[in-house]
């Protein structure tokens, strides 16, 4: 089984940054899809940006230019750096893991930007 463990969440002002970390244990595939996924209040979840164990990297609209995704070239980790965070960037941040035999959720951290 392969366990997430986030951290990073936190409370900032708009306009601001946080770096969100997913480092995933147990059995790693040699390839996989790591990303950061989000669910505002009454909102569906929605792909934030995801990251191939090969280095390749896709975003949603909403943050292209703002937030950039990053992987750990030692160990199966991502990072998530959010700068010019906005209000509507406020939901829990879920890291997930993704192979064809294998599914897996983090246990989601808070990100809140006050205006």
């Known amino acids: 089984q392969v366990q997430l463990a986030e951290s990073g969440g936190g409370l900032v002002e708009s306009g601001g940054s946080l770096r969100l970390s997913c480092v995933a244990s147990?059995?790693?595939?040699?390839?996989?899809?790591m990303g950061w996924y989000r669910q505002a209040p009454n909102r569906p979840r929605e792909l934030v940006a995801g990251?191939?164990?090969?280095?390749?990297?896709n975003y949603a609209d909403s943050v292209k230019g703002r937030f950039t995704i990053s992987k750990d070239a030692a160990k199966p980790a991502i990072y998530l750096q959010m700068d010019s965070l906005k209000p509507e960037d406020t939901a829990v941040y879920y890291c997930?893991?993704?192979?064809?035999?294998?599914?897996?959720w983090g246990q989601g951290t808070q990100v809140t930007v006050s205006s």
């Open positions: 997930h893991y993704f192979t064809l035999q294998n599914n897996r």
């Open positions: 147990g059995t790693i595939a040699s390839a996989y899809v």
């Open positions: 990251m191939t164990s090969a280095g390749t990297a």
